[in-house]
């Protein structure tokens, strides 16, 4: 079943940004009960880091979000290229096919007729109460700031759901695909132990510190998928332990790894391997609100004894792109500007801008990093540049899953290193972290003309004031932004030729579709 596509140009052009609208027809067999068919065999095992939070509103991590996504269903899915596609919903809403109103604060989905595990039907009533319990305050979520410009959600019928915003956003579509909108049960309690979706997967086991295990839903809305019987997520602290297990023919896909194993794979004849740019990127972040971090002087000198190239390469390997410290790289073409002032790596500079701060003796930090991806030598990479100004730098590993959870406190440590998952739109990096109040700004900035510019780029329908205010933000923040970004890292993934992917291998981490895997005859 070919699904429709709705490009991010598109999809800018349906909400006023550009003109002209693409109409989207939905997939003839989406929705339909499911019929007779060639009896689903295999099971794919898949390497995930351990879980913590399994409530949809709190899932953090990609194994969190791989799980949730294997149980529930989202209204829409994005693609690793920023496309959206439908799920829940029958189809993408634009203009053009009536789905947004011409005024851009309206936005009316069509749902398809589907079964949560439990035999009940999925209704319009779903899809309201899963987006009010995301932006309650009382529930706390931290998807909660995407979802507070919607001003009512109302049931029209029960295959119709209506969306009302308070001002125009340009981008909300993209917040309802968020990683954290999969759709609930009306009323559900208990999510982070109670498991019932629409999803293709149901629960048969869980062992939150070894493995839980999927069998398909035999029922599910789709007619023929999930093709496989079953699904593991199988547990490792280590994703060089995971690889291990790849190699060992224990685990038959691994999607994320350190990109000198993933190289390494590359020459395996027994594997199928991918990789392509994304927007995810990880950050080194200074607390603005307390410590060395409020004098403005003391960042500068940390950014300006940082040598991003050279991160990148030890980093990277050469699969990733230098970042310029915004969130807004070259994944996003339209919006990203190559030439924005950076200062220029000079020890020299960093070590009197230290001493004009009070600091010519240096300083010491503790670094808090998840011990995932490329983060443990993007830290010891700062901690061999710093010292070069007289900066002591302790790394501190943690567990990826204990770090970002809410016990540890990892918004308050004064220096981190925090790792961001690819999104389809630069504005929900700027909303959590760099607005002023965000529900993760971690550096804790507040800072009026970068608001502005946030808010401009996050409302305006016209696409060269869009343009224009992203492209300010990413001026504001090389001139005195409060962390180092010094690369954008690839989606990189292996899996056994075992396995067949219908559209090809194309990992996107938690949001990885395996409805339509199957075992190679």
Not at 54 to 69: G, H, K, Q, R, W
Not at 267 to 275: C, S, Y
Not at 328 to 357: C, R, T
């Amino acid at each position: 079943m070919t699904k429709h596509n709705l490009s991010r140009r598109d999809f800018l052009k349906a909400t006023g940004v550009g003109v002209g609208a693409a109409i989207l027809a939905p997939g003839l067999l989406r929705g339909l009960p499911a019929v007779a068919q060639t009896a689903r065999e295999g099971v794919i095992r898949v390497a995930w880091e351990p879980v913590k939070k399994l409530d949809p509103a709190f899932v953090s991590t990609d194994s969190e979000i791989a799980f949730v996504n294997s149980v529930y269903d989202y209204l829409l899915d994005p693609t690793p290229t920023a496309e959206l596609t439908p799920r829940l919903a029958s189809e993408v809403p634009t203009s053009g096919n009536g789905g947004i109103s011409s005024d851009g604060l309206t936005y009316t989905f069509k749902l398809v007729k589907a079964k949560f595990h439990d035999g009940s039907a999925f209704t319009s009533k779903d899809v309201v109460y899963t987006f009010n319990r995301l932006r309650s305050t009382e529930v706390g979520s931290a998807a909660a700031s995407l979802f507070e410009n919607i001003k009512d959600i109302t049931a029209k019928d029960d295959n119709t759901v209506v969306f009302t915003l308070t001002k125009t956003q340009p981008d909300f579509l993209y917040n309802i695909a968020d990683s954290h909108a999969v759709i609930v049960k009306d009323g559900a309690k208990d999510l982070d132990k109670t498991f019932i979706g629409t999803g293709p997967f149901k629960v048969k086991s869980f062992a939150p510190d070894d493995r839980a295990v999927f069998e398909a839903n035999t029922d599910y809305w789709i007619a023929g998928q999930p093709k496989l019987a079953g699904l593991e997520h199988r547990y490792f602290s280590d994703q060089n332990t995971a690889v291990e297990a790849l190699l060992g023919g224990q685990i038959d896909v691994v999607l994320r790894m350190p990109n000198a194993r993933f190289i390494a794979l590359q020459q395996n004849p027994d594997l199928q391997t991918v990789n392509f740019p994304t927007s995810g990127h990880d950050v080194l972040r200074l607390r603005t609100d307390s410590g060395p971090g409020k004098d403005p002087r003391v960042i500068k000198a940390l950014r300006t004894a940082t040598n991003r190239d050279e991160i990148n390469k030890f980093v990277q390997l050469g699969l990733g792109a230098t970042g310029r410290d915004a969130p807004i790289g070259p994944y996003f073409k339209e919006y990203f500007d190559a030439a924005s002032p950076l200062p220029a790596y000079d020890v020299a500079a960093a070590k009197k801008l230290l001493a004009d701060a009070g600091y010519k003796d240096g300083l010491s930090f503790d670094l808090h990093v998840p011990n995932t991806g490329g983060r443990p030598d993007f830290a010891t990479a700062i901690k061999d540049q710093w010292a070069k100004i007289g900066v002591t730098v302790n790394i501190i590993l943690e567990d990826e899953s204990a770090y970002y959870s809410d016990t540890n406190g990892w918004l308050d440590v004064p220096l981190g290193i925090t790792g961001w998952a690819a999104r389809p739109s630069p504005q929900q990096y700027l909303d959590f972290s760099l607005k002023t109040g965000g529900k993760w700004n971690e550096t804790k900035i507040s800072d009026a003309e970068l608001d502005k510019q946030i808010d401009i780029a996050g409302t305006s329908l016209d696409k060269a004031e869009r343009v224009k205010a992203y492209k300010e933000i990413q001026r504001i923040l090389a001139e005195r932004g409060p962390y180092v970004l010094p690369y954008f890292f690839p989606i990189v993934g292996a899996a056994s030729k075992k396995f067949t992917f219908d559209k090809g291998f194309q990992p996107f981490t938690g949001r990885t579709d395996l409805r339509s895997v199957t075992v190679k005859k």
